[in-house]
């Protein structure tokens, strides 16, 4: 059964980082692509960052030079690295994976999902 457990949200002034971890277990395939979205209040859930099976590494235009992604493999950890953070950047942040191999990462559409952590960017 895989589990994703997220942590790091919080709130903090514009011009401020936040680093968030996505703690994931129960998944055998390595064929996975991981990744963050983020959801603002009454909006759709929108891709951030996601890694795909070859380790690369894809930014939503938005975030490209502020934010980073990458894991600690050892760990089976995601990580999120946000700086400068914008007021724009406000929303539920999730962590998502996808183990039926897909040929495309850059979707909304994966198959498991943690439970979401807020972020809050005040001006």
């Known amino acids: 059964q895989v589990q994703l457990v997220e942590s790091g949200g919080g709130s903090v002034q514009a011009g401020g980082s936040l680093r968030l971890a996505c703690a994931a277990s129960?998944?055998?395939?390595?064929?996975?692509?991981m990744g963050w979205f983020r959801q603002p209040p009454g909006k759709q859930r929108e891709v951030v960052a996601l890694v795909d099976k070859h380790g690369i590494t894809t930014y939503a235009d938005s975030v490209k030079g502020r934010f980073t992604i990458f894991k600690d493999a050892a760990k089976g950890t995601l990580f999120l690295q946000m700086n400068s953070l914008r007021p724009e950047d406000t929303a539920m942040y999730f962590c998502?994976?996808?183990?039926?191999?897909?040929?495309?990462?850059?979707?909304?559409?994966?198959?498991?999902w943690g439970q979401g952590t807020q972020v809050t960017v005040s001006s």
């Open positions: 998502g994976l996808d183990d039926r191999n897909r040929r495309n990462c850059w979707t909304t559409a994966y198959n498991y």
């Open positions: 129960g998944y055998t395939s390595s064929s996975i692509c």
